[in-house]
């Protein structure tokens, strides 16, 4: 490990100018590339303390040995540098996107004597149009198949071509009329380059010209009797018109257009591009990368647009790009566009209508890429080992942690305050181990008291469990465990007595002999927080007398590991297998606590005087308000007319009239400005109405409550 003091150049040898630099290890290899606009501000960030540096730019620069640096005189050429190197070295620091595919395009070779139209990957050739990419090859020869019954262009090999030319006979698509046959002179270079060009002006978009020219000649071909070729030309449109519906117009102003969205977490990212010509999504694509580097998201953008058009000349960079976010500065990587293109290029945000929307489906493709590389990463058997050992290395453990368990606490400003337990074995989700807390010891916000009164209950059940089956057993442990709060599974049911469906309460199911959930003990337990939940975790632990247990918390911030005893954190390299299934573990804790939490939040807000009816279940419940109309109607009825809602007996509706007569009838409501009291509007008002998320909330709260939620 260097120390960057020792190749740092002296005060006023880094010029004050726009250039592109090079980190180099000690083996001579060039292991980070990056540009500025004033190279003497920017490489001196990379000098400073190393305490004040991000984890990744500090392990870059205690891997590096050298640096050195190239002036140039304007920002594009920096730029434009920058991916020439970047390219050329492969540095090992920067973010390089991983195409996940070999995308197919549509390519016609207008460089040939008679073009061919064919499927291409790769590089793309001078003199070959290009249409795409597409998702899969066989969406591509779909297509071709329908527009070759109206543009007859030659699809074959050179071999096939010239063995046709030949023998003087076509092959099976100049029988059937989808090949003009040029290999036996049926057309000439002349007609068949027209029809190539036609193919590929349909193919660019400008459908609406020909469709209409080929109406007129069906019904001209109608009025002169010439049903055949009438009845020709109708199947031509109709072939148009079925091609083009697997191209459905996204915008009408039939725009050219790069659509970019970007989802990313703490160690990866991943961006999709929607290629949209003629206002229609003619192709797409996508990347995943390492988060190697300090990056943020509009950094993402430029490093994704690089990629995307550092290749690319004329119209294969589209007039207008729509981004998540504007690289910093914007004016360079726009200039450097629009001398891609030839012509100015607009790379902006959409912020209403058509393209707002369309960005919106694009950034969902981005989450779903991310999320099925996470799933295909997590399934390998491999890297989950790895990540088990890199885990025990790292915390110090006797042996990898099989089994790990994960807690989270979620609350609304301190409101239904819930806790969540996810368990993880051999690296994988077990969901039918998940549990569900509620905080019931005390009321408030209080996360770190919160994380201690939920391990406490559930290796008290641990524990318990232990003692009914014989297998452990403390002097003078009487203390009963506590109940409630988690989610209605028999689990969670030990301490009241039976089951859920009825089975005596022992350390093991009848069934199979198997234990229970909290049989299992953890070899590691995580928590979402830093120092002071891990402290609690570990208090709670040493509270009941646990010691085989270890404990670490994962902050989100910087992803640092954080152990009870350290004082420090334990930095896991980005890279690391071990960091990489602790975010997942950590992730799916709070998702699961948020879900429940929500879920409470909503219940609790379409609470109603009919939920404390004993016995009366959901169905029935809304089979009553349905009958009625309304809790106000309800609450009037006599016991005969309860009566008459179907599953609704005697008994019952003695039950229900009671409870109405109970429950105080909501205050009426009063018009504001004139001081009336609309007693009828109990029948109108709703009691909840939905945030932007689609979640009840009370009417009249505030919109911002989701905005403060845990």
Not at 179 to 193: K, L, M, N, T
Not at 463 to 490: F, H, I, Q, S
Not at 519 to 541: C, E, I, N, S, T
Not at 561 to 580: A, I, K, Q
């Amino acid at each position: 490990m260097a120390d960057p003091s020792s190749y740092r150049p002296k005060p006023g040898q880094i010029p004050d100018s726009p250039g592109v630099y090079r980190f180099r290890d000690e083996h001579r290899r060039v292991i980070y590339v990056g540009k500025a606009k004033s190279l003497r501000q920017r490489l001196a960030n990379y000098f400073q303390d190393l305490a004040s540096l991000h984890p990744r730019t500090r392990t870059m620069v205690t891997t590096a040995a050298s640096v050195e640096w190239t002036v140039v005189s304007t920002e594009v050429e920096a730029l434009q540098l920058e991916y020439s190197w970047i390219k050329e070295y492969d540095p090992r620091f920067n973010v390089k996107y991983r195409d996940d595919k070999s995308y197919p395009y549509l390519a016609v070779t207008m460089n040939e004597e008679f073009p061919r139209v064919q499927v291409m990957r790769g590089h793309k050739k001078k003199g070959v149009r290009y249409f795409g990419p597409y998702g899969h090859a066989w969406a591509i020869r779909d297509t071709v198949d329908l527009l070759l019954r109206v543009f007859p262009v030659r699809t074959c090999s050179a071999g096939v071509f010239k063995n046709a030319a030949r023998t003087g006979r076509p092959c099976l698509l100049g029988y059937i009329g989808k090949c003009s046959a040029p290999c036996v002179g049926r057309i000439d270079p002349e007609d068949h380059r027209e029809l190539a060009e036609e193919f590929c002006d349909f193919m660019a978009g400008r459908t609406g010209t020909y469709l209409r020219r080929l109406e007129n000649r069906m019904t001209e071909a109608a009025e002169e009797m010439e049903y055949e070729r009438a009845a020709r030309l109708r199947d031509d449109i109709g072939a148009l018109k079925k091609a083009m519906e697997k191209n459905a117009v996204v915008l009408a102003d039939a725009t050219d257009a790069d659509l970019v969205a970007v989802a990313e977490d703490e160690l990866e990212a991943a961006v999709q591009i929607f290629h949209v010509r003629g206002g229609r999504v003619r192709g797409q694509r996508g990347w995943v990368t390492d988060k190697v580097e300090e990056i943020t998201t509009a950094a993402l953008v430029e490093h994704a647009l690089q990629q995307l058009y550092g290749e690319e000349t004329g119209d294969a960079v589209p007039k207008e790009v729509l981004v998540p976010a504007l690289p910093d500065p914007l004016e360079p990587v726009q200039e450097w566009l629009t001398g891609r293109r030839g012509s100015n290029v607009s790379l902006r945000i959409p912020k209403r209508g058509d393209k707002k929307a369309l960005m919106e489906t694009v950034a969902r493709n981005a989450q779903q890429a991310l999320a099925l590389h996470k799933t295909k990463r997590a399934s390998d058997l491999t890297t989950r080992s790895r990540a088990l050992e890199e885990i025990a290395d790292a915390l110090d453990l006797d042996s990898a942690p099989l089994r790990i368990e994960c807690y989270d606490i979620s609350h609304l400003q301190g409101d239904d305050v819930v806790a969540s337990m996810v368990v993880f074995e051999d690296g994988l989700q077990r969901k039918n181990e998940y549990r569900r807390f509620q905080i019931k010891g005390f009321a408030g916000q209080d996360d770190v008291r919160s994380m201690h009164e939920v391990i406490t209950r559930r290796f008290r059940r641990y524990l318990a469990e232990k003692e009914r089956t014989g297998e452990w057993v403390e002097d003078g442990d009487t203390e009963a465990p506590l109940t409630g709060g988690e989610a209605p599974t028999n689990a969670a049911l030990v301490g009241v007595g039976i089951h859920s469906d009825g089975a005596p309460v022992n350390g093991f199911k009848e069934e199979d002999g198997r234990p229970k959930k909290f049989a299992y003990p953890p070899q590691l337990v995580v928590v979402d927080g830093g120092r002071p939940q891990v402290a609690a975790a570990k208090r709670a632990l040493d509270e009941l007398g646990i010691d085989d247990i270890a404990v670490c918390g994962l902050a989100k911030r910087l992803e640092e590991v954080w152990l009870p005893e350290d004082e420090d954190p334990v930095v896991l390299p980005r890279t690391s297998e071990g960091l990489y299934l602790l975010q997942r573990v950590r992730d799916e804790a709070h998702r699961f606590a948020i879900t429940y939490q929500r879920t409470k939040r909503a219940k609790r807000f379409r609470a109603g005087p009919l939920d404390d009816v004993p016995g009366l279940g959901e169905t029935r419940k809304q089979a009553l308000i349905k009958h009625f109309g309304s809790v106000k109607k309800l609450r009037s009825a006599t016991i005969e007319q309860i009566q008459e809602v179907p599953g609704i007996g005697r008994k019952t509706a003695e039950t229900i009239a009671a409870a109405l007569a109970q429950a105080a009838p909501a205050a009426p409501a009063v018009n504001t400005a004139t001081g009336e009291i609309m007693d009828d509007r109990e029948d109108e008002a709703p009691e909840t109405t939905a945030d932007a998320s689609g979640e009840p909330v009370p009417a009249g709260a505030p919109d911002d409550r989701r905005g403060q939620e845990r």
